[in-house]
């Protein structure tokens, strides 16, 4: 650790703060597909950049969810490539374990771009030229918070409620085994600071659309398990998604009802994605590394929630997931 002005503070977060105030005209962009905190830290990073009179664009290969638009400075995140032309040649990669996850956006990226890859995954492979990662963070928009107050910025609220935002999200309403005392005391600070803590969590933890419900109702009976009852898992086909005229961001939450039934050590969520290709996420109870399982199909995640792509025939992918979650369990 290194002190600066009277706080302890990693080294790689210092080597971050002088690569940015080293660069200019950033490319900041996310994992695909983004969740909360890929969404809030995007946005994060935006303001932390527009406080230093930086010129920066914020880019995803999707568009962000519903559901976070309202969030300080999300609507500015541009959803694809085809709208722009020019190669970024300082770019920093946020929440996103490994380069391939950035998608489509690496077509803007110049081949000899200085990437600054800022991440809380413990299976990121350390891409890039400068890199923060700090697996025993609860969420990268943590690490954002310590880089903002390592830069000595005036923190407001729109600041504030995108840390919150990206916290909440990331430890399941403050509950999974992430939340640290440190994440209670940052998050205590941002309070003060005006975040909107009961209306965040109602609009990000508790509010239901009527396609999310329309799919509960519909993938619930596919919810099986191992005759031990220490797996569970269950399958959401193309067809369940487009009768229930549900999006990706829909799925939210549907891994929990495998995951929190009692005696269930590991809980899957097996979306389909094409003919022959599956989506599977993966919960732990805290027995089972699911990174570890995750990394060998190709993933990567977090030891009690990771996920990865896998292709064939869903009866065959179930097989397998069962299979290597079962050597664990042994």
């Known amino acids: 650790m290194i002190t600066y002005d009277g706080k302890e503070y990693e080294p790689s977060l210092l080597k971050v703060g002088k690569f940015i105030l080293d660069h200019d005209h950033f ?20 303001w932390i950049l527009k406080q230093l009179g930086k010129h920066y664009t914020m880019v995803n290969e999707n568009s962000m969810p519903e559901k976070f638009l309202f969030l300080p400075g999300v609507v500015d995140i541009i959803s694809g490539t085809s709208s722009m032309e020019r190669k970024f040649s300082s770019v920093i990669a946020l929440d996103c374990a490994d380069y391939s996850r950035v998608g489509s956006i690496q077509g803007l990226i110049a081949e000899d771009a200085h990437i ?21 963070a609860a969420a990268t928009v ?3 918070y310590d880089l903002a107050c390592l830069l000595e910025l005036k923190l407001d609220r729109d600041f504030a409620n995108l840390i919150y935002a990206g916290l909440l999200t990331d430890t399941g309403g403050f509950r999974y085994a992430s939340t640290t005392s440190k994440v209670l005391k940052m998050a205590a600070r941002l309070l003060e600071l005006g975040a909107k803590g009961p209306e965040l969590a109602n609009l990000l933890l508790e509010r239901m659309t009527y396609e999310q419900v329309s ?7 596919t919810l099986q398990f191992t005759p031990d009852r220490r797996i569970a898992w269950i399958v959401v086909t193309s067809e369940l998604i487009e009768g229930a005229g549900a999006s990706n961001e829909d799925l939210d939450g549907l891994i929990n009802y495998p995951r929190n039934v009692e005696g269930v050590e590991v809980g899957l969520l097996i979306k389909q994605r094409g003919d022959m290709e599956y989506k599977v996420s993966f919960r732990s ?14 993933g990567g995640g977090h030891v009690r929630a990771s996920g990865c792509t896998i292709q064939g025939q869903v009866e065959d992918i179930i097989k397998q997931l069962i299979q290597e979650v079962g050597k664990q369990l042994q």
Not at 28 to 37: C, L, N, R, S
């Open 215 to 221: 799919l509960l109702q519909q993938t619930l009976p």
């Open 142 to 144: 943590e690490i954002l």
């Open 285 to 298: 109870a805290g027995l089972v590394d699911v990174a570890l399982i995750a990394k060998g199909f190709g």
């Open 116 to 136: 600054l890859n800022i991440d809380h995954h413990p299976t990121n492979d350390y891409y890039g030229k400068c890199q923060v990662i700090k697996a025993d």
């Open 27 to 46: 490319l900041v962009v996310a994992h695909i597909q983004p969740d909360g905190d890929a969404v809030a830290s995007t946005a994060a990073m935006g």
